[in-house]
């Protein structure tokens, strides 16, 4: 069974850093682009970053580029994604994803992605 299984949420303070984790089971994800998604109270699920079968290959939302970094450990089978200098409005649950489509093309899209995992919460205050 296919399991992606996030962790390292937290509560920070505003300016502060913290950093996720995803663990994929269940088989390899090394040839997948792997991402972050992020859905705040109210609001739609969106793109976050995202990291190319390589990981050579990176994307960011606009919003969170030059702050926040992802990479990717094929040996382990994990993706992470640091994320610095965070706001208050970085403050959603983060959802690490699959998209089994292809390994090469990175797509913003969050239909692309077929495997998701539970989330973990992440909470900057002012």
């Known amino acids: 069974q296919v399991q992606l299984v996030e962790s390292g949420g937290g509560l920070v303070q505003a300016g502060g850093s913290l950093r996720l984790s995803c663990a994929a089971s269940g088989r390899s994800f090394s040839s997948y682009v792997m991402g972050w998604f992020r859905q705040a109270p109210g609001k739609e699920r969106e793109f976050v970053a995202a990291?190319?079968?390589?990981?050579?290959?990176?994307y960011y939302a606009d919003v969170v580029k030059g702050r926040f970094t992802i990479s990717r450990d094929k040996a382990k089978n994990t993706v992470s994604l640091q994320m610095n200098s965070l706001k208050p409005e970085d403050t959603a649950v983060y959802y690490c994803?699959?998209?089994?489509?292809?390994?090469?093309?990175?797509?913003?899209?969050?239909?692309?992605?077929?495997?998701w995992g539970q989330g973990t919460q992440v909470t900057v205050s002012s």
């Open positions: 994803a699959a998209d089994p489509s292809n390994g090469v093309y990175i797509y913003t899209l969050k239909d692309r992605y077929q495997h």
């Open positions: 990291i190319n079968y390589a990981g050579i290959r990176t």
